[in-house]
Structures are given as structure tokens and as C-alpha cells.
């Protein structure tokens, strides 16, 4: 078990922008195989060599030097430190909060001493003699260098992302085992972080198992559709999801301000022609856009498209909002990619002389999405569960015969990224016996 769960784990040392991208799949491998390299903590080196040489004021007292005994060195501004004293009344540890009011801080405070206590903390008083004692590991985590920043946020936030085509090995998991095994529920999240998508194989064919999935990471995302919902053909249908058509590549739910940032699919009843399921990597083909027509990426990530959806369901709902098609972080890479046609407004907020140049590039943007390099075809079986990013990865489906009886049945439902980015977090201390 922990061959496989080694590799799942956040790797040390990663800057945020280092993307790994997937070898052509071989045979029979998946995603989930493990290596034989041992379990390495992630903030591993950040727990070695804590001892304080030496600590120093410097820059007349708005900087504190902590000398390791390792060689390194960190520095830390003052106004920092005594933001974030640890003392009960400064801090409430109870709730590992900040009680210090922003309005009480002084922004040029210096510090009046400062000193090494045990080798393990330093002490500082301030000008008002107020007295503050950081932990060396409590610091050492928080270094403002380069390289132990890239480290915390591969920690808290796991940016790692495998970019995947045609060539996936569609990850598996017993839905049993992510039921009711921490180290299997840990190493799914994990995996659904850094690959994007996967497949939970074994649950009953029968609608509520995703309540139960849902409870196993905290709670589902209550939308107009409610808290899960039925993928079936239906007469008068309030999504075209709910019809036997194909459905083009999407995310579900651009037009809510913040859409759901995983999605679950519970395949209960399966037709036998048709109904295929198709995935697509939004980040991978975002990049191949970028590279291919960076004009075309320019306007996908600067055009605000407008979005409907209005009708009845769990309540009735009329809802309108702007996103762009992929959304970027400061360096211009995509962090989501906010696309369904089928809820793409007929009101479009731009100049009309824009109007030609977005469609065009709307359509490069979609060729490549559907060119057979990118994209994976699969067929759920009953008791199937996809599990999903719905900011990274497109879904579709292909049609299948309409019959006067319902033959194909899927449950759906949301989990927001919070959610599930805080149940991960909880199952590492607890599987790794690690904050």
C-alpha cells in the first residue's frame, strides 16, 4: 500500500511553476502504480538541522537574522514578527488565530533585544517591552527565501499537474476502500489533484452513494439543481444534459460566479449503444493554444462571455454572469477554464468588430479540445463513479437511442475545491503523522 501511496505524496521542492508532463502511457500501467522509492516527507528538510547558531538585528532593528546551524541563513522583517507573536495575547491557540488588531501594530517597529534561547527559539522584546518567543521550526517553515516559499506552497497547496492526451491511463480505485481507508481516500484526493480525474470502481448501482462520498470529505455543493441530480432523458428537459444527445466538451456551471470545482458522475443504469464518456485536459490543451496561436489565447483570457441559465429545479433560478473561457494566474498559465456552449449567452457584452476574431479563436480552442490526440473515450459501467476536476477537465458524452423507457441513469453531483483541498490536508496528518 505504501508503494502506491509514496506516489501520490506532495513532492519536496517544487516551484509552482513545474508542470510534469506524462510519458506515453504503457500498457496495463495506471496512474496509481507505485514506486519503490521510500516515503520522503515533503517538508522533510525543513525539520533537519534546526539548531540557532545565531541571531542578529540588522538594518537598525527592522530586520532579524536567524544564523542555522546547518550554514543557512534566514531573515525576517520585524513589522512580521510581531504580527504574528505567539503569545496568548497576541494569539489564540485554541482556534489558531491572529488576535492582534491590524490597527494596534506599529509598521516601523524595530526590535529593542533580541536573543537565542536553548538553541531551539529566539526571544524578542520590543520597544513597548513586550515579549515574543518564536520556535526554530515554526521559523524555519516560514523563511522568506525563494526556495522555502516554493516549498510551503507545494505543501499547503499541491500545484503539481501531470498533463495528460489520449495516452491516459484512467487512475482506479475501489469505491469501498476510499470509503472506509484513510490511506486510499488520501491517495485518491491526491491523485484527483495532480491528475485530474478518477475512476472509483464497486459502488452499488443505486442512487445516494454519492451522499455517502460526499460525507466521506466533509459535504457536497448545493446548487439550483440540487444537492445531487439526475442525468437521464426527460420530457421538456431544463439542460440538454437531460436528453440523449451528444454533449460537446464542457464544465459544468460557468455561469455561477464561482463554479464547482470537482464533479462526480455515478453511473447507475448504462445504455448499451452509445453514451460513451469523453474527457479532455483543458490545461494541457491550453498550453498547445498558447504555443499554436498566442493571439487566440490572448483573447480566450481577456474576452468576458456571458452566461444563462434560467428555469425550474430545485428552486426556480435565473441566472447571468461573466467569465472568461480559461482563466490565467499572474505568469499566464490557465487555472480554470470556464466553457460550456450549451449556456453561452446569445447576449454578447463586446464591440462588434471583436465579435469574428473570438469565434475564431473560440473554434481553435474547441478543434483542439476534439483532436484525437487529446482526447479520452471510455464507457462507464453501472456502479462506476468518475470523480473529476470541473475547472480543468472538459467532459462530453456521445448520444445514444432514445427509448420509451429511461436506459441510461446517472447521478450527479459538486464538491467545491475547498472542501476537498481541507480533507486532504486532515488525511495527511493523519496518514503521515504530519502538520
Known sequence: MWRVVAYTLPRAKVPRSRVCCLQPAQKGRSLLAGTTAPLVHATQSLSMNLGIQKVEALDTGHFVRVEWEDGSESRYPCVWLRDNCQCPQCFL??????????????????????????????????????????????????????????????????????????????????????????ESTYKWLCTLKRVGIVLLTGAAARQGELVKLGHRIGFLRLTFYGPTWQVQDKADANNVAYTTGKLCFHTDYPVLQHPPGVQFLHCIKQTAAGGESQVVDGFHVSRMLKKQNPQAYQILTSTAVDYTDIGVDFCDFAVQCKQRIIDVDSRG??????????????????PAEKVRPFYAALKEFDDLLNSAEHKFTYKLKPGDIVTFDNWRVLHGRQSFPSDSEVTRHLEGAYADWDVVMSRLRLLRKRVLHRD
Open 333 to 350: 498559465e490557465a487555472v480554470r477554464i470556464n466553457y460550456n456552449n450549451a449556456t453561452r449567452d446569445t447576449v454578447f457584452d463586446i
Open 93 to 182: 491557540r485554541s482556534a489558531k488565530a491572529r488576535r492582534l488588531l491590524i490597527e494596534d501594530l506599529d509598521v516601523n517597529i524595530v526590535v529593542k533585544e533580541v536573543a537565542v534561547a536553548d538553541r531551539r527559539k529566539i526571544s524578542i522584546t520590543w520597544p513597548d517591552e513586550h515579549a515574543s518567543e518564536y520556535e526554530a521550526e515554526w521559523l524555519k517553515k516560514r523563511c522568506f527565501s525563494e526556495e522555502a516559499r516554493a516549498e510551503m506552497r507545494e505543501n499547503l497547496f499541491l500545484p503539481e499537474c501531470q498533463h495528460w492526451g489520449s495516452d491516459l491511463q484512467l487512475p482506479k480505485l475501489p469505491f469501498e476502500e476510499v470509503m472506509y481507508n484513510d
